[in-house]
């Protein structure tokens, strides 16, 4: 079967030449000798006027971490609950407009660890930059080069290119890493912003198109496949007299514990419970866009404070379009294609089932969608993991495959904090998680199988796709080497011109692609719960910390310089104790384990706001602190974007009220 057309790849090469092009020519005449050489490449000589705030936050942004991993997600059992993420953060978006901007422009900051050398002390400008640094280039730089190499090698498994193994993880990160690098680069934020306004467009497109392909298919799909994949056991004979939408309805409707339709899930869900939607999705919200460098580094590069608002409302805007077009998609891949889905996992399975076939002496771990498919092999992993751990294997539980699941999952965690007492090198090991379906191909699965060949309309997807993961990483190079560039070396050499400061962040951003790349190929692996789900847990170790000193730095002119230091470096050892709690033997801290990540970080959040309340009651400054004032930024607002603002809050408790 041909998979990608000549009229394919003429279009893709063309729409990426020219972004490029575009890019790179706006980007031309910023001498990197000049007065204003680092912020001409670092903040785009603070020009960018709202549309292009606005598209190039939603290019930042969306790439194939959403649509591999929250189409993943969707695919899975959250469903249309992982739409949070994009609805939620329309409101948060408006918000960062109004309470956090007009501080930024108004102290004309290059960084925003830079923020908190001036509210608090240099200490916690260094502590942040380095974290940010390390989280930026080791979790979203990597995971976006993974996302992208994973739809190469799904859609060209068995392909090669001059020799290379297109099917190979490891082959696509170093494609996806090493173009990024060359583009950022050549161009700094300015081309950035460039290629972005066509990028962002084309991708809200892309995902149309994809959209409208996912729907028809879902309307003429054979009724007993579709069956097959309901969570409320609509029968074929039904499906046969619906329409694509009425299928869709019925196919992914149930309960809010299993249906994908419900934006709640229940309090015992681990990844977005319904208490989560009240408190603690709103702190890596407001962390992600408010306090980002990738993300803000755009806003940081306005021409005024009235462009930079209105560009971030009109992303805002956009935000709500994103569920349609990367969440729904994602379900019904697992409607349509899964199959392939169940295929993608045994590829990722091989690995470690060699290993059990030569007899590794490890405990394996698998999840209930691999019991119920592989029931046999899931009792031969049960009856191994009981001979290491000394258990008698019940022969009724073997006739039911959920049960070797959970008898299995309470024999790995029993062991698991076993291993706190036992000896060095007598731990129990464990294997890689087993899965049933590979959620993270979804959205690949989608492409290869529905999008027609020959036609260009596949080559332009797959260039708005590649326009995004280059657009998300040129974003997140940038963002890191201006850290490591104003925040560590510029604080190092004090002396250093306009064209050094350039040249290190170009350095910067091969050093930094080159780390990236080398992590990349890990997050393949199971153990990681899917792409999204990393991410996003990463972040709890510093995002409720940062978010607090940042709040009571914006809000509480008395709170001390040291209250600083104290919120970044408390953080992470919080959630670090809730996270591994299950491993200390302390009964509170076990109970607290079991919360999903995002309550974890609610808790860390207070507990940290509590702590800053009484060193500040204590300890509170006997006048504020005076911020630096950019005197040549426009800090007026205009009328018609709060307005545009209102509207934008108001679309989103709409769509909140629909799909409750």
């Given amino acids: 079967m041909e998979i990608i057309g000549v009229s394919d790849i003429l279009v893709f090469i063309a729409f990426v030449v020219s972004v490029i092009t575009i890019g790179l020519y706006k980007s031309t005449g910023e001498e990197t000798h000049s007065e204003h050489g680092a912020q001409d490449y670092f903040l785009a000589g603070r020009g960018l006027t709202w549309w292009l705030i606005g598209f190039s936050l939603i290019a930042a942004n969306i790439s194939t971490e959403q649509f591999v991993g929250m189409s993943g997600k969707a695919a899975d059992w959250l469903g249309m609950a992982i739409a949070s993420y994009e609805w939620m953060a329309a409101i948060t978006l408006v918000v960062v407009a109004f309470l956090f901007l007009p501080t930024f422009l108004k102290s004309g900051i290059y960084t925003i660890p830079e923020f908190l050398e001036y509210r608090y002390n240099t200490f916690a400008r260094t ?4 974290v940010t640094m390390i989280i930026l280039v080791g979790v979203p730089t990597a995971s976006v080069i993974y996302s992208g190499a994973k739809v190469i090698c799904v859609f060209f498994q068995g392909k090669t290119l001059l020799g290379l193994d297109l099917g190979n993880i490891t082959v696509g990160c170093w494609i996806i890493g090493t173009l990024a690098a060359l583009y950022v680069f050549a161009g700094g934020l300015k081309a950035c912003a460039w290629a972005d306004l066509i990028q962002g467009a084309a991708l809200i497109l892309g995902g149309v198109v994809i959209a409208y392909f996912a729907m028809r298919a879902l309307g003429i799909a054979d009724p007993e496949a579709l069956a097959s994949t309901a969570t409320n056991g609509v029968s074929a004979d039904a499906l046969k007299e619906m329409g694509a939408l009425a299928r869709f ?102 690995y470690i089932l060699k290993q059990f076939e030569r007899g590794d002496a490890k405990l394996y771990v698998f999840t209930d969608t691999f019991a119920e498919m592989n029931s046999d092999k899931a009792q031969a992993l049960l009856t191994h993991n009981a001979g290491i751990l000394g258990q008698a294997v019940d022969s009724t539980v073997l006739s039911d495959a959920q049960q070797v699941y959970e008898v299995n999952s309470q024999w790995l965690a029993a062991a698991e904090k076993q291993n706190n007492t036992r000896a060095e090198g007598q731990a129990f090991k464990f294997s890689d998680k087993l899965v049933g379906y590979d959620y993270d191909a979804a ?28 657009s998300s990483l040129a974003s997140m190079l940038n963002s890191a080497s201006t850290i490591a560039t104003m925040d560590i070396y510029n604080k190092v050499k004090s002396s250093a011109s306009q064209f050094e400061l350039v040249t290190a962040g170009r350095v910067f951003t091969v050093l930094f692609v080159l ?115 950019n005197e040549k930024m426009d800090i007026s607002t205009s009328k018609s974007t709060k307005t545009f603002g209102y509207v934008v809050v108001a679309l989103t408790l709409a769509l909140y009220v629909i799909f409750w």
């Avoid at 940042?550 to 104790?577: D, I, S």
Wanted: proline share 7%; charged share 10%.
């Fill in 249 to 350: 309805q019925a196919l992914n409707a149930g309960d809010w514990a299993t249906g994908k339709l419900h934006m709640v899930k229940p309090a015992s869900d681990p990844e977005i419970p319904w208490t989560a939607l009240v408190v603690g999705l709103w702190i890596p919200n407001f962390f992600y866009w408010g306090l980002n460098q990738y993300i803000t580094q755009r806003t940081l590069g306005s021409k005024s404070l009235d462009d930079g608002q209105k560009g971030i409302v009109f992303a805002a805007f956009l935000k709500l379009l994103i569920p349609f077009l990367v969440v729904i998609p994602g379900i019904l891949a697992f409607n349509l294609f899964s199959g392939d889905l169940h295929h993608q996992a045994n590829v990722k399975n091989e």
């Fill in 127 to 130: 502590v942040m930059a380095i």
């Fill in 515 to 629: 780390i990236a790349i080398l992590i990349a190929p890990n997050l393949d692996n199971p153990k990681f719960g899917g792409i999204f789900t990393f991410i996003q847990e990463f972040q709890g170790f510093i995002s409720p910390g940062v978010l607090a000193i940042f709040l009571f730095g914006l809000l509480v002119h008395r709170t001390p310089r040291f209250a600083g230091t104290v919120g970044l470096l408390l953080n992470p050892v919080l959630y670090g104790t809730i996270k591994w709690g299950n491993l200390t033997g302390i009964g509170f801290l076990e109970s607290l384990s079991t919360l999903s990540f995002l309550d974890r970080m609610a808790v860390c959040f207070f507990t940290v706001i509590a702590v800053l309340t009484v060193i500040t009651l204590l300890k509170p400054l006997p006048k504020p602190v005076d911020l630096p004032v």
């Fill in 443 to 470: 959205f690949p699965t989608l492409l290869k199988n529905l999008l027609p060949v020959g036609y260009g309309i596949l080559g332009f997807v797959l260039a708005a796709i590649f326009g995004a993961v280059v």
